[in-house]
């Protein structure tokens, strides 16, 4: 059974540091894309973060490029997610996603909070 596990969320100042992991199990994880999606209360989900499955590659959304980093190891099965300089805005639940042709998979998310 397919497995995605984040962890690294928290409560954190604005300006602070988090660093987010997703351990992925009983999958190929090099053959796999992988995500960082975010949902907000009452707001959509949204692709923050995406890296293709030799790390080749990375994309952001707008609102976090420059501030954020994504990065895997596949040695490991986990990919992770660099967010600095966090503002009161990046506060959601924050979700791994891995995606090969028509297999998608999710994790059951990570909550992140940037309040003082």
């Known amino acids: 059974q397919v497995q995605l596990v984040e962890s690294g969320g928290g409560l954190v100042q604005p300006g602070g540091s988090l660093r987010l992991s997703c351990a992925a199990s009983?999958?190929?994880?090099?053959?796999?894309?992988m995500n960082w999606y975010r949902q907000a209360p009452g707001k959509e989900r949204e692709l923050v973060a995406a890296?293709?499955?030799?790390?080749?590659?990375?994309n952001y959304a707008d609102s976090v490029k420059g501030r954020f980093t994504i990065s895997r190891d596949n040695a490991k099965n986990t990919v992770y997610l660099q967010m600095n300089s966090l503002k009161p805005e990046d506060t959601a639940m924050y979700y791994c996603?891995?995606?090969?042709?028509?297999?998608?998979?999710w994790g059951q998310g990570t909550q992140v909070t940037v309040s003082s």
């Open positions: 890296i293709t499955r030799a790390g080749g590659s990375t």
């Open positions: 996603n891995a995606r090969f042709q028509e297999y998608d998979y």
């Open positions: 009983a999958l190929t994880f090099r053959w796999y894309a």
